[in-house]
């Protein structure tokens, strides 16, 4: 009997059972130095333990402390975002009628983003019911009083949440990849975060020249005003962000802001030094790649204590209560 | 020049003369600062078909190999395509015919361009940075498509600009996201990261010009139905949907030539 033939055998069935195994690393070593030299008889009740360890329950349903914590800053800002898309979509006209099946797309996804982290996160999600809107004050303090009400700036809003949320999903991403299922699922809620940053930023290019629909999509962007006409991808700090000075910090640096190669840093988004090397080509008088692309190519992540600064601007009193972002 | 683009003419883009490295495990291990799967490939060397003694592969196909330098291989290759494909509809009438100036559409594709070219070299310089040897060249082929037309109607012979940017750029985001469980390298993951949203915002883009609002429609994302107005309730993720290595390289494949066609044997 060739254990490894059978464990192969198995994947047929259970595409994750290496990973199920080689989540219990030294069980798995163990397989690998002694599995074709086990004597017939200790095989049965060698297989047995090893499969119920892979398969059990046991204690693999608590999350180690570190996880739980990326996770749950994850679940805090999607509701930031639900509750943001919500009273939005239930405040008049403040969203045309071109633009209410993307925002109302873009809600939902940020709801099933809730379904998912609170999936994962079960007893050890940050609170047992969700925060309502009251947990969030969207006006960030009175700097954005017309947030409901005015289009511009609910739409910077989003630009800001969607762009931080990248930039969340991406700084978190690493400590996950312990738990294959996990990563995972935080890509691809990320790469939706990036799809809803880029469509919010081609609507604003749109509103800024006065048009929406398809041809929001026709208007170029402005290298002269990123702020209110932004590419869809960040172009080196875009200006500061759609309502600089408040919104640098999403485009910024975070903590540590340089490394070496090897090394997960967090550099402000208009880096261009990559795995230790420029990614700049040609000459400074004929450039290939220039610093704008160079820049924009990457998107940079961002350390979780500078995510939740950056959130806490967005939270209530109650919010404080239940302890958001902190 | 003559356009040597349009259809039944003799002509090709250049092929894209770019060296993807097979599986190099001492490079890999350099990158990857000597990680866990080892445990992988130790488990992978005793297979059936390792057991029997048969190539895993036809020796005209790259195999990218296991672990973090297979999946490098591997996104390196979907890059490798993607990147050609944004140089070569350059010399086709579609997008010699967008106005200079204040074209949204010539600012996207140029910046798109230097995007993936970027990309391309970024991932070549941490596959293959000092390979002398061993090396496949990929020859890109990309008679099924149209460069002289922006969009063409579903089901059409060959798939317009727009329609290829918009298929390259979702199988870019698709690929990432369905091969980072065979990472064990935190610094190559974060590497991913930092470029599939760069993909995915390009691909939302290019989408909003297909069609727009389909920045993030049922095929990409397994959209969240509600079934009330409490988050969470309802049906479906909100997640994107993502293409396992086999899957991404169906497609891909056909925009490789014969001998240049890549597999991932490994990454499953």
């Excluded at chain 2, 495990?25 to 130790?42: D, E, I, M, N, P």
């Excluded at chain 2, 060249?137 to 579903?154: I, M």
């Amino acid at each position: 009997m060739d254990l490894l033939k059978l464990i192969s055998d198995i994947e047929q069935v259970d595409p994750e059972v290496y990973e199920r195994l080689d989540s219990r690393r030294r069980v798995f070593r163990h397989v690998s130095g002694m599995g074709k030299t086990l004597g017939a008889a200790a095989l049965p009740g060698f297989m047995s333990m090893l499969f119920n360890k892979a398969y059990g329950q046991g204690s693999a349903t608590t999350l180690p402390a570190p996880v739980a914590d990326v996770l749950n800053l994850a679940l805090q800002l999607e509701y930031l975002e639900y509750h943001f898309y919500a009273i939005g979509l239930g405040s008049g006209t403040l969203i045309s009628a071109a633009d209410r099946p993307a925002i109302t797309a873009i809600r939902n996804d940020e709801s099933g983003h809730v379904k998912v982290l609170r999936g994962a996160l079960r007893t050890q999600a940050f609170s047992a019911s969700d925060p309502t809107a009251a947990a969030f004050d969207y006006t960030a303090g009175n700097r954005f009083n017309a947030v409901f009400s005015n289009a511009a700036m609910f739409y910077a809003v989003a630009q800001s949440f969607e762009d931080l949320g990248v930039r969340a999903y991406k700084g978190a991403a690493p400590k996950l990849l312990a738990n294959k299922t996990l990563v995972e699922t935080a890509f691809r809620i990320h790469s939706v975060e990036a799809r809803h940053a880029s469509h919010i930023r081609t609507l604003r290019r749109g509103k800024a020249a006065g048009v929406e629909g398809p041809a929001a999509a026709q208007t170029p962007a402005l290298a002269s005003n990123l702020a209110e006409r932004p590419k869809s991808w960040v172009s080196e700090t875009d200006s500061g962000g759609p309502a600089a000075p408040f919104t640098a910090p999403i485009y910024g640096a975070g903590t540590p802001a340089v490394g070496v190669a090897s090394q997960i840093y967090f550099p402000a988004e208009d880096n261009y030094i990559q795995n230790g090397a420029t990614t700049l080509t040609g000459s400074a008088a004929t450039p290939e790649i220039d610093s704008s692309a160079a820049s924009e190519a990457f998107d940079e992540g961002l350390n979780e204590n500078k995510v939740k600064d950056i959130a806490l601007f967005f939270r209530s009193a109650q919010g404080a209560a239940l302890g958001l972002f902190q | 020049m003559p356009n040597s683009l349009l259809p039944g003419g003799s002509g090709l883009p250049q092929p894209e003369q770019t060296p993807l490295t097979p599986l190099k495990r001492r490079q890999f291990l350099q990158y990857a600062g000597a990680s866990a799967s080892v445990a992988a490939l130790a488990l992978a060397g005793c297979s059936k078909k390792d057991d029997d003694n048969q190539p895993i592969t036809p020796v005209t196909n790259t195999e990218v190999g296991s672990g973090d330098a297979g999946v490098l291989n591997y996104v390196s290759a979907v890059k490798l395509v993607t990147s050609a494909f944004y140089t070569a509809l350059r010399e086709g009438n579609y997008f010699k015919g967008l106005p200079t100036s204040n074209s949204a559409e010539k600012q996207i594709l140029d910046d798109l361009e230097k995007h993936e070219s970027v990309h391309k070299n970024y991932y070549k310089s941490l596959v293959g940075a000092n390979s002398t040897s061993g090396l496949k060249q990929l020859e890109t082929d990309f008679t099924s498509l149209d460069f002289n037309t922006r969009l063409t109607a579903p089901g059409a012979a060959r798939m317009g600009v727009l329609n290829a940017a918009m298929l390259f750029e979702d199988l870019s985001v698709a690929a990432v996201n369905g091969s980072v469980r065979f990472l064990t390298n935190p610094a190559a993951l974060f590497t991913l990261a930092k470029i599939v949203s760069v993909d995915a915002r390009h691909a939302a883009l290019i989408r909003d010009l297909v069609s727009y609002n389909s920045f993030v429609a049922t095929d990409v994302v397994d959209v969240f139905v509600p079934s009330s107005t409490t988050p969470g309730e309802g049906d479906g993720t909100g997640m994107e949907r993502l293409k396992t290595p086999t899957e991404v390289l169906t497609i891909l494949n056909t925009y490789l030539k014969e001998g240049s066609k890549i597999t991932a044997a490994l990454l499953v």
